[in-house]
């Protein structure tokens, strides 16, 4: 499949599977390892675990460098803080795209749908063109970290993501 993305994009990853990884780097190697071993160790397929540390990398969670990678201060607090994940998650979302058009989108509208996220994303020059599973991909990831993050809520029967309203 043709790479559609120019900017760095949050991989089409599962929350859950980057969150278990942060904790076997902390609780199974003390923070640092070699990511093979760690493939090995835990019977991890390799390119799975590629995507996951690019998007834990993305948010500043890990470090990944020659071979090796290592959990982050703030890899760490996500890690011991388990009640404020979702706030710590949330404030990295809001720098890495597609989550920071999303934001503006609803910054300036209150909602928006997909393809209307997919079109501004394209305006800017981020996205070259989609297909059908770049957008099911898209949308999952949408969901799957944005909506356990609380940056917003989505509606499944309207296709649409809404801001996530705080209560005070």
Same mark, same amino acid.
């Given at each position: 499949?043709?790479?559609?993305?120019?900017?760095?994009?949050?991989?089409?990853?599962?929350?859950?599977? &980057?969150?278990?990884?942060?904790?076997?780097?902390?609780?199974?190697?003390?923070?640092?390892?070699? &990511?093979?071993?760690?493939?090995?160790?835990?019977?991890?397929?390799?390119?799975?675990?590629?995507?996951?540390?690019?998007?834990?990398?993305?948010?500043?969670?890990?470090? @990944?460098?020659?071979?090796? &990678?290592?959990?982050?201060?703030?890899?760490?607090?996500?890690?011991?803080?388990?009640?404020?994940?979702?706030?710590?998650?949330?404030?990295?979302? @809001?720098?890495?795209?597609?989550?920071?058009?999303?934001?503006? #989108?609803?910054?300036?509208?209150?909602?928006?749908?997909?393809?209307?996220? @997919?079109?501004?994303?394209?305006?800017?020059?981020?996205?070259?063109?989609?297909?059908?599973?770049?957008?099911?991909?898209?949308? #999952?990831?949408?969901?799957?970290?944005? @909506?356990?993050?609380?940056?917003?809520?989505?509606?499944?029967?309207?296709?649409?993501?809404?801001?996530?309203?705080?209560?005070?």
């Amino acid at each position: 499949m043709k790479q559609s993305y120019i900017s760095p994009f949050l991989p089409n990853v599962k929350i859950g599977n &980057v969150l278990g990884l942060l904790d076997v780097l902390y609780f199974s190697y003390n923070r640092y390892t070699d &990511v093979y071993r760690l493939a090995e160790d835990y019977d991890f397929d390799l390119d799975e675990i590629l995507n996951e540390l690019r998007a834990a990398e993305l948010l500043g969670l890990v470090q @990944v460098e020659g071979g090796d &990678v290592m959990l982050t201060d703030l890899g760490e607090k996500v890690v011991k803080e388990g009640e404020r994940r979702r706030e710590l998650l949330r404030e990295r979302l @809001v720098k890495v795209e597609p989550f920071k058009t999303a934001m503006e #989108l609803l910054s300036e509208k209150g909602e928006f749908t997909l393809g209307e996220l @997919v079109e501004e994303l394209k305006r800017k020059g981020l996205l070259r063109e989609s297909g059908d599973e770049e957008f099911k991909e898209l949308n #999952l990831t949408l969901i799957e970290w944005g @909506v356990y993050s609380g940056l917003f809520h989505y509606s499944s029967d309207e296709g649409k993501f809404y801001i996530m309203r705080r209560s005070a």
